[in-house]
């Protein structure tokens, strides 16, 4: 499986980005998508998911800011981020987990909120 992530880029707080991620080849192995970040210094968590029924799960940190969709159609998830705070400062890597198999992961697409 390959994860092409985009949308990422400069913001200031209070505002809002969208990131995309479009899986190819063997998508059939995808049972659930979602986006970690990785702040300079920090390791690596957990910001969404989105399982192969739909159902969501965030970060504390998230809740009631981001979401987290997909688009089967295009094998693409979203993650819509509002209300973006300095601490969302990060590298933001999506990923797709494939049950048994190691999980794919795209390359960093960069988030930076400063005003």
């Known amino acids: 499986v390959q994860l092409q992530a985009s949308g990422g880029g400069l913001v200031q707080p209070g505002g809002s980005l969208r990131l995309s991620c479009a899986a190819s080849?063997?998508?059939?192995?995808?049972?659930?998508m979602g986006w970690y970040r990785q702040a300079p210094g920090k390791q690596r968590e957990l910001v969404a998911v989105?399982?192969?029924?739909?159902?969501?799960n965030y970060a504390d940190s998230v809740k009631g800011r981001f979401t987290i969709s997909r688009d089967s159609a295009k094998n693409t998830v979203y993650l819509q981020m509002n209300s973006l705070k300095p601490e969302d400062t990060a590298a933001y890597y999506c990923?797709?987990?494939?049950?048994?198999?190691?999980?794919?992961w795209g390359q960093g697409t960069q988030v930076t909120v400063s005003s």
């Open positions: 989105i399982s192969s029924g739909g159902g969501t």
């Open positions: 990923y797709a987990a494939r049950g048994s198999l190691p999980p794919s």
């Open positions: 080849g063997s998508i059939f192995s995808i049972n659930g």
